[in-house]
RNA sequence: CGGAGCGUAGUUCAGUUGGCUAGAACGCUCGCUUUGGGAGCGAGAGGUCGCUAGUUCGAGUCUAGUCGCUCCGACCA
């Protein structure tokens, strides 16, 4: 491709609003442009890596055993409503009309489509397992979509759904994706982690993330020091040590508290005791009933509203409680109690932290008084328990061997047990099974966001002047560049370069400008980072020069030694 | 969806109490010069002032609505 030819060139400057590196240098570098928030074009550049990308995912995918096939964009309403989720998670579907009035989604994740179109055939246990998939458009309504690739309202996943007769047979194809999309995110470049984290929405059981990860990532999740333990954030454990365990119980009292004591810090300076022998108390609401949830906490840890909602069996249905819904059980935004309002319908939970204190401050807090040597057990237990707690850095690893250290990564693929989730809610998902009954079947999904493996990319190998693509990635192999072209001698040797290269199958980018300043040609290709930079010029005589990006050396050897 | 802010040239911005033909810089085009790390000089093109309605003799400027964008939060593969 000659430059001149190329739809799209570089800037020397990023738009003022963006942040993000892989944004900044993608921009610049002529790969995509923004139509409105949350939604790219890809330029030819941009296609082209997007498309080797695809490339590998598919040669995996196939090798694996999957096949492609496609879905239609545009899903009957109907089928959502099957399974609920045109109304689920507190997240908007996008739907369109046609003129007839029938409705559509436009699909986020296509579980309920491919269900569909499998319980079409009359599937026995001889038919299973397989697995399909799909690189398909993708729409997300996001309330805010971020500026850049990360996370964008509309884009091309690649999402896999298996089918099985059984549990036993699915773990077989979910340890198989899991080998598959490792192959597939190193041949890309990417160094990653697998997490186990939180399905929500997706229903299932579990789910595993590829992460990169990265200072931009959004993913927030924990690695222990000796690398035996991982966990997402949503779902992290920790193992909780005694605070005072040597301390003797003392009795219960109510005590005078000045009423400037409101908060945490608060507490922590008036009683000079630490947070942690303080009880703290969250509230939540179930955003279809209204109902109202008291976590009560040791003082210094947070509520992992993935946890409690797991454990109440109200996946995706919380909100925190408003300043009105705490005033509605008649207590009051700062001064809620760990026990009492009898009168009004509230579920108290507590979290296992409750267990590691002796002799708590706090639990019925009044304008100026408050109590204290409060035990759990004793003065007070809750009717639910369980481990809702938001794990933090520095704390034990679940094996008590080591500590917790957080790191942030880039999600850019997942994998998912569905379970029978989606087949117990949706009609005729069944199989006949070799006993002659009909059964469910037994699911998982996988996805890899297309887009943003290509940000993340750039997010991790760029340098100051610009990306440094992987060569399995890079829109071309060699950036040819044609210094002095307007000396007839350098553009005839240039030109010969570049038939020479393309006619050896080689994907050479040309750069056949003229007029314009070495300089400038340099720090382009810099900026488009393709792997291999060769230079015609005067000074290089009847050979090249060749330089890999990323690299100081360069050489001039003769075209023909040249190997890609 | 809650809070805040912004829409004027490709970009970043200026534009007075409402007042003549709406400006600058960078970028872009052309010419000359220069030619191994974004060089210099000169000339030029480029605008429905987001959109709609209103107030006014007169609106980029005031009012209302609307659309879009940015940031913080909530939400979120």
Redesign the pocket.
């Known amino acids: 491709m000659r430059y001149t030819n190329l739809f799209g060139k570089?800037?020397?400057?990023p738009?003022?609003?963006m942040?993000q590196v892989s944004h900044k240098l993608l921009y610049?570098a002529g790969f995509i442009r923004e139509s409105?928030?949350?939604r790219y074009y890809l330029l030819p550049l941009g296609q082209r890596v997007f498309d080797k990308i695809v490339r590998i995912v598919e040669e995996e995918m196939d090798k694996s055993g999957a096949q492609k096939m496609s879905a239609p964009i545009l899903h009957p309403i109907e089928l959502w409503e099957e399974t609920n989720r045109d109304k689920s998670?507190?997240?908007e579907l996008m739907t369109v009309q046609d003129r007839r009035g029938a409705r559509f989604a436009l699909g986020?994740?296509a579980e309920e489509m491919f269900v569909d179109v499998v319980r079409r055939f009359q599937l026995t246990y001889k038919d299973m397992p397989f697995n399909v998939y799909q690189m398909g458009y993708?729409f997300?309504d996001?309330?805010?979509?971020?500026?850049g690739l990360m996370?964008?309202r509309e884009?091309i996943?690649k999402d896999a759904y298996s089918f099985h007769t059984d549990d036993q047979d699915f773990k077989k194809e979910y340890e198989n994706m899991r080998d598959t999309y490792s192959r597939i995110f190193t041949r890309v470049g990417l160094k990653f982690d697998i997490v186990p984290a939180d399905n929500?929405?997706?229903g299932g059981e579990y789910c595993h993330?590829f992460d990169v990860e990265s200072e931009v990532g959004?993913s927030k999740y924990f690695v222990s020091e000796d690398g035996s333990y991982i966990a997402h954030e949503d779902v992290a454990e920790f193992k909780l040590e005694d605070v005072n365990p040597e301390e003797e119980i003392k009795d219960m009292e109510i005590v005078e508290q000045p009423e400037w004591v409101r908060t945490m810090e608060d507490n922590i300076k008036n009683y000079n005791l630490p947070a942690e022998r303080f009880l703290k108390n969250v509230v939540y609401k179930n955003r279809v009933d209204g109902h109202i949830y008291i976590v009560t906490i040791r003082g210094d840890l947070q509520v992992n509203?993935n946890k409690l909602e797991k454990l109440l069996n109200l996946v995706?249905l919380l909100?925190?409680a408003t300043d009105e819904d705490i005033i509605s059980i008649g207590s009051k935004p700062g001064w809620v109690h760990s026990w009492g309002y009898g009168d009004h319908k509230v579920t108290f939970v507590a979290d296992n932290s409750l267990k590691t204190v002796k002799n708590f401050v706090g639990g019925q807090k009044e304008e100026k008084t408050d109590s204290i040597n409060v035990n759990y057990g004793r003065d007070f237990k809750h009717e639910i328990e369980g481990d809702v707690a938001l794990a933090q850095s520095g704390f034990t690893s679940p094996d008590g061997k080591s500590k917790l250290i957080e790191k942030k990564g880039i999600?850019?693929?997942?994998i998912f047990q569905l379970g029978q989730h989606y087949s117990k809610k949706m009609r005729d998902a069944v199989f006949v099974d070799s006993d002659g009954k009909s059964k469910e079947f037994f699911m998982g999904c996988y996805?890899?966001?297309l887009?943003?493996t290509m940000a993340t990319i750039v997010e991790v190998s760029h340098d100051d002047?610009?990306i440094i693509w992987p060569d399995a990635v890079a829109p071309y192999q060699v950036h040819l560049l044609g210094?002095?072209l307007?000396d007839s001698e350098i553009r005839n040797k240039a030109e010969q370069a570049y038939k020479y290269l393309t006619e050896k199958g080689v994907e050479v980018l040309y750069d056949d400008r003229e007029?314009?300043?070495?300089?400038?040609k340099?720090?382009?290709?810099?900026?488009i980072g393709i792997p291999w930079r060769v230079?015609v010029?005067?000074?290089?005589g009847d050979g090249v020069?060749i330089?890999k990006r990323g690299e100081e050396k360069?050489e001039i050897i003769e075209l023909a030694e040249f190997q890609v």
Do not use: C, H
């Open positions: 570089t800037v020397r400057e738009l003022k609003d942040t610049q409105t928030a949350g998670g507190g997240y986020g994740t993708k997300r996001e309330l805010r979509a971020r500026g996370r964008v884009f996943m929500g929405y997706f993330e959004e509203k995706g909100d925190d999600e850019v693929g997942n996805g890899i966001g887009g943003r002047k610009g210094l002095n307007e007029g314009i300043n070495p300089g400038s340099f720090a382009d290709s810099d900026l230079v010029s005067k000074r290089t020069e330089k360069s």
